[in-house]
């Protein structure tokens, strides 16, 4: 089973930002936290992915808390395109991905 | 640089009969990971390859098969079709063997088949 849950679905209004929160509870001291998403019958693309500190690249930031147990992926600008559903996983040390629902983003314009 | 790839992108099959899908990873990369994807069951974990042994392996019945190539390339293997298999295939490759912390993977666009 996968070690995340994340709300089945969220709105979002074109040009804000979305936020889009993960619980991980049960994670370890060296486990990452990944996000993905998956645009409608595409392969998932990668987002982002962070430890302990808060990470950012050109598509996104990652707030983790300092306690480790949840996430929170920020699209600063969301556009239609980001449409998608968004993905939190928590790799399991020497297994492979494991996926949760994950929660579908709408960005309405 | 090139991303992964997946051939064929489309596919019809019969039950009972056997199909092979193929995964061409990023250059570099030497782990290849295959994933089912099912509206029912969501993105399930089928078996990972690195460096030509499959290094780990999903709750998938043994008609479900896998092989990787001193080139990277991989292949998986589905024998006497079920209609149950119908899914998209995708496969995701990284540098490092999935699993260790800090090694993302990247998609391709998957295959989809269809078993009538």
């Known amino acids: 089973d996968a070690k995340t849950t994340q709300p089945p679905s969220m709105d979002c209004a074109e040009g804000r930002a979305a936020n889009l929160p993960c619980n991980h509870s049960?994670?370890?001291?060296?486990?990452?936290v990944y996000w993905y998403r998956q645009i409608h019958s595409q392969g998932p693309q990668y987002i982002i992915h962070g430890l302990k500190n808060n990470e950012t690249n050109e598509m996104a930031s990652l707030i983790i808390t300092e306690d480790r147990k949840s996430s929170t992926l920020i699209l600063p600008h969301a556009t239609l395109r980001d449409t998608a559903v968004y993905y939190c996983?928590?790799?399991?040390?020497?297994?492979?991905?494991?996926f949760g629902p994950g929660t579908r983003l709408s960005v309405l314009p | 640089k090139a991303g992964v790839t997946q051939t064929p992108r489309y596919l019809i099959k019969t039950r009972g009969q056997q199909v092979t899908l193929s995964c061409s990873p990023i250059?570099?990369?030497?782990?290849v990971s295959w994933y089912q994807q099912t509206p029912g069951q969501g993105l399930q974990f089928l078996f990972e390859y690195f460096s030509e042994t499959q290094r780990n392996k999903g709750n998938f019945p043994g008609r479900f098969s896998g092989r990787q190539f001193s080139n990277s390339r991989s292949e998986m293997n589905v024998s006497t079709l079920e209609l149950g298999d119908s899914a998209l295939y995708l496969c995701?490759?990284?540098?490092?063997?999935?699993?260790?912390?800090?090694?993302?993977?990247?998609f391709g666009p998957g295959t989809r088949l269809t078993v009538l």
């Open positions: 996983i928590v790799n399991n040390y020497g297994q492979n991905f494991v």
């Open positions: 995701a490759s990284s540098f490092r063997l999935a699993g260790l912390a800090e090694n993302e993977q990247f």
């Open positions: 250059s570099g990369h030497r782990s």
């Open positions: 049960t994670i370890s001291g060296n486990e990452y």
